[in-house]
């Protein structure tokens, strides 16, 4: 099996994927404090849970935006599963798609992953709307190639400055909306309207200008832990990509074979 580390700035996912299967996935909080003991103690008692050893595994993968999570996760994978774990980004490890950017080693790992699998799974053109720590728009085109994208601040990183920037504004946690009514009759109600609505706003009106730039029978695929609650309210989302990264990292490894 292929252990797959996905690390992004507020979570990092780790999955076990048997041929094209994810077959098991977990979250844990990121956290650069963490030793590699500590990493193989909770993810051994999760295998543990499911019927699961560490054996099974045979190969590795790491994704990471956080620079100081590298060693450890990559120690976990010498250390307990012993093998050496592909790095994206690494020089040596080829992704199979163009990245036609400046510098193509500011673009985050997790925004390479998904447009890899993007490309596989869906074909360009393709926008992917990932909605992590921040909100990005990533966009392949129709020859397979990475052209850049879009970085906006994300849905909880919005709700914090509002609650930490207004006194009065209380801490909201992000929820559809009952109704389509916009109009809040209540502070809760008006902060909830004004952060829901205004993200689909956010998504309409930069899909609606990439398509512009990109071809209109460009698709838009959504991904992510809120991709559900905002697909399920804008006809800009053409379909729900749930385990993108996951999948990313699996054609990864097997074009690195």
């Known amino acids: 099996m292929l252990l797959t580390i996905d690390a992004g700035?507020?979570?990092?996912?780790?999955?076990l994927?048997?041929?094209?299967?994810?077959?098991?996935?977990?979250r844990i909080s990121t956290g650069d404090q963490r030793t590699v003991d500590e990493y193989m103690v909770w993810i051994s008692h999760l295998m543990a849970l499911h019927d699961r050893k560490p054996e099974a595994v045979t190969g590795?993968?790491?994704?990471?935006?956080?620079?100081?999570?590298?060693?450890p996760l990559t120690q976990l994978c010498k250390k307990y599963f012993h093998c050496d774990p592909l790095i994206v980004g690494a020089p040596e490890v080829k992704l199979g798609v163009d990245v036609d950017v400046k510098n193509p080693q500011e673009v985050g790992a997790d925004?390479?992953?998904?447009a890899v699998a993007a490309d596989a799974l869906y074909g360009g053109p393709v926008a992917v709307v990932?909605?992590?720590?921040?909100?990005t728009f990533d966009i392949v085109g129709k020859n397979g190639a990475y052209l850049g994208g879009v970085i906006c601040p994300g849905i909880n990183l919005s709700l914090h400055a509002l609650h930490q920037a207004a006194a009065k504004l209380p801490?909201?946690?992000?929820?559809?909306?009952?109704?389509?009514?916009?109009?809040?009759?209540?502070?809760?109600?008006?902060?909830?309207?004004?952060?829901?609505?205004g993200y689909v706003g956010m998504i309409e009106g930069i899909t609606a200008r990439l398509k512009k730039e990109h071809g209109a029978d460009m698709k838009v695929?959504?991904?992510g832990g809120l991709a559900p609650v905002f697909a399920g309210h804008?006809?800009?989302?053409?379909?729900?990509?749930?385990?993108?990264t996951l999948q990313g990292l699996r054609l990864i490894y097997e074009r690195n074979q």
């Open 9 to 15: 700035n507020t979570n990092t996912v780790f999955a």
């Open 17 to 26: 994927i048997d041929g094209e299967d994810i077959v098991e996935q977990w």
């Open 60 to 71: 590795a993968i790491i994704a990471s935006v956080v620079p100081q999570m590298l060693w």
């Open 111 to 114: 925004r390479l992953v998904n």
């Open 130 to 135: 990932d909605f992590g720590t921040a909100t």
């Open 171 to 197: 801490r909201i946690a992000v929820a559809p909306p009952t109704s389509d009514r916009v109009t809040g009759k209540s502070t809760l109600e008006a902060m909830q309207a004004g952060i829901f609505w």
């Open 221 to 223: 695929l959504a991904t």
């Open 234 to 244: 804008t006809d800009a989302i053409d379909a729900v990509a749930g385990d993108l």
